[in-house]
C-alpha cells in the first residue's frame, strides 16, 4: 500500500474548516448537507448579507426544501441553531459547538436557577450592525423574498409551531413506513424511469415526503412526475417537482380528481388562449372552457399556435368569436400545420392568394367596364346594305355625263 503525498498550495482566501465536522460528522452526511454547511460557514467567514434560503437554493442549484431539511439536520446534530418568524419563516441560522454546548447544558443542569449566557462559539450567518445584540433571541434575518429584517424570533423547537411544510425530515417512523409500503416501492423503480440520472437518498427522501403528504397515493405522485415531465424546461429535476408539490398542497390539492380539476381550470394552454382573448385573469366559462378542450383534443397544436389563432380573430373580429378561431384552426390542420411557423407560413401564403384574387377581379372588372362602355357608345345597327350609295354615285356619274 502507498502513502499519499499532501502538499500545501492554497491561496491566502481560505476556510476554516472545524475538525469535530469532518472527524465526526462529515461521514454519515449526504452530499447536499456538506455543500449546505460549508456554503453558509463560507458566509459567515466573509460577513455575507442579505442571504436567505431561496438564494442559497438558486446559488447551490437545489431546492429551497432541501436546504430547509440540511438545515433541520444539521440542527438535529447539534452543529446548528435555527430561528424562526411568529409567522413561520426560517429567520436566523447560527453555527454551534457541540463540545460547548454539551458543557454548558451540563452546567445549566446542575445550576438551574443560574441563567446560562449566551455561548461564545455561537456564530450567527448573517450578523447584526451591533454584534453584541447577536443571539438566538434577537437575529438580522433574510427571509424568504430577500430582503432584510430585524425581528424578535425563538428558537426552533419541537413545542414551536411548525411551519406550512410540517416536517423538512422524513421521521424514523415515517421512513419504516415506506420500507414496508410495497406500493410505494414498485412506483418508486417507475418514477426513476423519468430522469436521467441515478436518484440519490434526498430525492428518494422527497418522494416519500411528498406520497405522504398526498394521503400515500401513489396516483397523485405519478401524476406529479408526469405532469413536471411535460412541462419541465429541460432536464427533469427534484427542483422543480418540489415546486410544483408544494404549489398543491399549500392551495389544499391533496387528491388527483382535486389537482385534475384545478389544472384543468388553470392549464396553461387555456390560460394563453383567454389572455389572447383579452379575457385577463377570468376563470373560463364552461362554454369556452368546452371549446378550448374540444381544440387541444381534436388539433393536438401548441401553445402558441392556438394563440396565434386567437390574434387573428381579435383582429379580424375585434372581439373573442370562438367559431371564427375554429374555422382558422380547422384550415391550418388540413394544412399539416404542426408549429407557429407552420401557421405563419400558411397565413402569409393565403394573404397572397387573397390579394392575387382580389387584383385579379379588379383587372377584369375595369376589362369589363371598359368594354361595357364601349357598347353603349355604339348602340346602333350599322347599315350593310350599299346599293343606296352605288345608286346615288352612278346617278351622279350619269348626270355629270351628260
Known sequence: MSFLLLENRLS??????PGYFIDRFLPAASGTDVKVYLYLLRAVSTSATGLSSA????????SEREVLRSLSYWESVGLMRLSFTSGHELSGVAFTDPSIQAETEASAQTAPTQTAAPAPSVQSVIPTPTPALVSPANTTIANASGSMAS???TTHSAANA???IQSLHLSQEELILLENDPEFNMYMSAWQQYFSHPLNYADTESFGYWYLQFNRSPDVIDYLVDYC????????NMKFIDS???????KGLHTLDAIRQYNLLHNDTVYAIMKAYGLYNQTPAPAQLEYINKWIKDYSFPTDVYVYACNITMKKCQRPNVNFTESILKRWKEKNVHSLADAQAAENQRD????SDAAKRTSSNRASSVAKGTQQFRNFTERKNNNYMEKILKQYSQDSNE
Open 55 to 62: 438564494s442559497i437554493s438558486d446559488r447551490l442549484d437545489i
Open 229 to 236: 415531465a411535460n412541462h419541465c424546461k429541460g432536464k427533469l
Open 352 to 355: 397572397q392568394k387573397v390579394k
Open 162 to 164: 411548525t411551519p406550512s
Open 244 to 250: 410544483v408539490a408544494q404549489s398543491w398542497h399549500q
Open 151 to 153: 425581528t424578535q424570533t
Open 12 to 17: 491566502i482566501d481560505t476556510l476554516v474548516v
